[in-house]
């Protein structure tokens, strides 16, 4: 129980709290209208704070569990540069299909 | 605790000296830039992501820094790394809300948005708190640089035969000297240029280190096995101990830190200003956030892990009980060699000296917009002409940065007897950012939110935070998520929860009962005393806010005097400020950023999205207001006469230092080339045969 305070108690209330914090700034600037959907560098901007959110959760969840032993401490950078490899071949992969 | 002098030897001493000549250098060189005071706070508004990322590093790095970072990874381990991976959350609300606001309503400093948003009077007020916060902010950084030399320095040197005792403020004052001079002659584009230098030198010094501690232990896996299982935790425990608990960060970083990071920290807010447009801004943003940061967490906190490694390992060489503050440069000694140690130092000291910087030049920025500029214009003795005001107040903001510097170097004395520079720098957040950070986030986001709301919240919100502060048991002790209360300094991070929640909870208050505010004034004007009582009603909330303030009388008295002070301040605002929504928010809020758009350019925004053209320029006499192109270009760029256009030299590593900004003028029938007057060239820094790329802005 102890430790739980110390590991995943903490990952919740930052992604659970911080997530909803992050999902009401995303629907108020759109409800608002600065951030127009409709716009092509809006649309992609969505995809990059999407991406962010789910970049800092992963980085958060493989260091825990790379502290507790259950992965190797390798694994951490070897599946975040994948992420980031991943997303950037994604998204030059549309911007050619759309010219 | 284990303190140290004398560490470090005459090679590293040599180094340090060369490397702040060459960045001296450089900054000046950068600082002949510099022409007026657009140029002096805001580097022109011409300068592309990547090197407004690189620079807000050395900015960023340098505020949370080595010494402090390094001391709760010591002390804590990897979790030393949370504050620096939790500042995404905010990232909509900046990229898509405070970011367009500031550069389309064409606000110089922060206190000027609330001035068109509210009032003059919620400006006036916005200034004092600003004030504190950046004036707090380089005390926080003269500290840091204070204890990072005070290990590399003598206990006492002689001087004409009698002993000089070398002091923590003895060392800031000879500091702040050498950071006063350089700014003050230089401005914001020789920081911006000094920072960018500076933002690689810091991240390759710190992985250097990070590497040298892996070396001097053995390899990545013998570090990591030593550390403790505890140590290897991203995250803080959940709620002890009292200094470094991750509900407590959590509050006073991520939220209040973080907002008053990228909404408030005027230093800052500075640099995204001086971005060619919103998109390069938030380029800048993202790509910081998202991936300079982690790498900065390694640079700033590795020392602190190692030390830790090697008091596992070998506790004879790094004690256990060393000073955290001093950790840094301990573990620096050991593991670099002589010279090698001396540019890691210089890299520390040159990066919290960029923060300083930057913190004295936004300063001297809100001294000269709200400070200087209103009191001339109430004194009536502005310059006849506007060179001639612009070079007044040029030499203004030299002398404003000279007197902000030695505010900064008293500020310390505020924070120096706090254990660690985390644990001063922690309290400083949760204490001063709430009121302007609610202030600013309602003002964007929340049209309703009127000037009552914003200075109650300022004045109550600021006197229910002193009753915090004075009885902290009983105040914040519900908000304390099981964390225990240190008597000698109460509650310094989970304060933030706190003092938001007070502010947010007065400004809520205020604005949904403005109704029954307009009632009870209109029925007061309608009285035949109205100006007695409304005279009766300011004199009686400033002694209620006197005596909350001045700690006079009991706990129960002073409750009800803070409840007084919330109930006459939205009366006397309703009644003395003029205020109308419509105008007020036009443009100011998140809800109007189109609008915002519109008046930025002066019409209606062109978005159709064209291509860029490479042009050659061409001198022609004329307006110097607009430039022109051919029609092919126009139609190419799709654009219109009237539209914005931004015009940069082609070499993209200049990163917009060539460039400038200017309005498409009536097309010719000369393809590639751009028509500009002698001003325009000299103003964008063009050279004859360079190419130019052009863009239609909006």
Redesign the interface.
Request: net charge positive; proline share 2%.
């Given at each position: 129980m102890e430790l739980y305070?110390?590991?995943w108690?903490?990952?919740i209330?930052?992604y659970g709290?911080?997530?909803i914090?992050?999902i009401f700034?995303?629907y108020?600037?759109i409800k608002?209208?600065?951030?127009d959907l409709q716009?092509?560098?809006?649309k992609k901007?969505m995809w990059?704070?999407l991406f962010?959110?789910v970049?800092?959760l992963m980085?958060?969840a493989l260091?825990?569990w790379?502290?507790?032993?259950i992965i190797s401490?390798y694994t951490v950078p070897i599946v975040l540069l994948g992420m980031?490899v991943v997303f950037i071949v994604l998204a030059l992969l549309s911007k050619k299909t759309k010219t | 605790m284990q303190t140290f002098h004398n560490i470090g030897t005459s090679t590293d001493w040599i180094v340090m000296v060369v490397y702040f000549i060459v960045i001296m250098l450089f900054g000046s060189y950068f600082g002949r830039y510099t022409k007026n005071t657009s140029d002096f706070f805001f580097g022109g508004r011409r300068f592309s992501w990547w090197l407004i990322t690189m620079s807000i590093v050395a900015t960023g790095v340098g505020s949370h820094s080595f010494v402090k970072y390094s001391a709760k990874g010591f002390e804590h381990g990897i979790s030393s790394s949370m504050t620096y991976l939790n500042d995404w959350f905010f990232i909509p609300f900046f990229m898509f809300g405070w970011l367009p606001i500031i550069v389309y309503s064409k606000v110089r400093s922060i206190p000027e948005y609330f001035e068109k948003r509210f009032s003059p009077s919620a400006r006036f007020l916005a200034t004092i708190l600003l004030l504190l916060y950046m004036i707090g902010y380089i005390g926080i950084g003269f500290l840091t640089l204070g204890k990072a030399v005070i290990p590399m320095l003598p206990e006492a040197f002689t001087l004409f035969g009698m002993t000089v005792p070398i002091t923590l403020m003895g060392a800031i004052i000879v500091i702040a000297i050498i950071t006063g001079i350089y700014i003050t002659f230089g401005g914001q584009t020789a920081v911006i240029f000094t920072d960018l230098l500076q933002g690689f030198i810091l991240l390759f010094a710190g992985l250097l280190l990070f590497f040298f501690g892996i070396t001097y232990l053995g390899g990545f896996d013998i570090f990591w096995n030593l550390l403790p299982m505890e140590w290897k935790l991203p995250l803080a425990d959940f709620n002890q101990p009292s200094n470094f608990n991750f509900v407590g960060i959590f509050w006073q970083d991520a939220i209040a830190g973080s907002i008053g990071f990228l909404f408030m920290n005027q230093g800052l807010i500075m640099r995204f200003m001086a971005c060619k447009n919103v998109n390069e801004g938030r380029k800048a943003a993202a790509i910081n956030i998202l991936f300079v940061l982690p790498i900065s967490a390694i640079v700033v906190g590795n020392a602190g892990w190692v030390g830790k490694a090697i008091s596992v390992k070998s506790p004879h060489i790094v004690s256990p009980s060393v000073s955290p503050d001093q950790i840094f440069v301990v573990v620096a000694n050991i593991i670099a060699s002589p010279g090698m140690f001396g540019f890691i130092m210089a890299a520390l000291t040159a990066a919290l000296m960029s923060t300083v910087d930057t913190l004295i030049n936004a300063t001297a920025a809100i001294f000269i917009n709200d400070v200087y500029r209103p009191v001339k214009q109430f004194l009536k003795s502005m310059a006849v002409s506007e060179i001639e005001r612009d070079k007044k107040e040029l030499l203004a903001a030299r002398y404003a940065s000279i007197g902000v510097t030695a505010l900064g170097v008293l500020a310390v004395l505020a924070f120096k007897n706090f254990p660690t520079v985390y644990e001063a720098h922690g309290f400083f957040h949760s204490t001063l950012t709430p009121p302007l950070v609610v202030g600013i986030f309602l003002g964007v986001f929340w049209k309703r939110f009127t000037p009552s709301a914003v200075i109650t919240t300022f004045v109550g919100g600021v006197a229910l935070m002193i009753l915090g502060a004075r009885y902290p048991g009983i105040f914040i002790a519900p908000f304390d998520h099981g964390i225990e209360m240190n008597q000698a300094h109460p509650y310094s991070y989970i304060r933030a929860l706190y003092n938001t929640f007070v502010c947010v909870g007065v400004a809520v208050i205020v604005t949904i009962t403005t109704q029954w505010q307009v009632k009870i004034i209109s029925i007061i004007r309608n009285g035949k005393n109205s100006k007695m009582i409304m005279n009766t009603i300011t004199a009686l909330a400033i002694a209620f806010f006197v005596v909350v303030l001045m700690n006079i009388s009991d706990l129960y008295m002073q409750c009800l005097s803070a409840t007084a002070v919330l109930i006459f301040i939205p009366l006397l605002v309703t009644y003395f400020v003029k205020y109308d929504e419509i105008t007020n928010t036009n443009g100011l809020t998140a809800g109007s950023i189109n609008v915002a758009r519109k008046l930025f350019k002066g019409a209606a925004p062109n978005d159709q999205e064209g291509q860029k053209v490479l042009v050659h320029f061409k001198q022609v006499d004329g307006d110097d207001t607009v430039v022109h192109f051919s029609t092919e270009d126009m139609i190419l760029m799709k654009a219109n006469p009237g539209d914005l256009v931004y015009l940069s030299d082609k070499r993209k590593w200049m990163g917009g230092l060539k460039s400038i900004h200017s309005v498409f003028g009536k097309p010719h029938d000369e393809k590639g080339k751009v028509y500009i007057t002698s001003s325009q060239i000299k103003h964008g820094l063009f050279v004859k045969e360079k190419l130019l790329t052009a863009e239609k802005e909006m």
């Open positions: 305070s110390h590991t108690l903490p990952f209330y930052l709290l911080g997530g914090l992050f700034g995303i108020i600037t608002a209208g600065s951030f716009r092509r560098t809006h901007w990059i704070l962010g959110f970049w800092y980085m958060h260091m825990t790379a502290a507790l032993g401490v980031a | -």
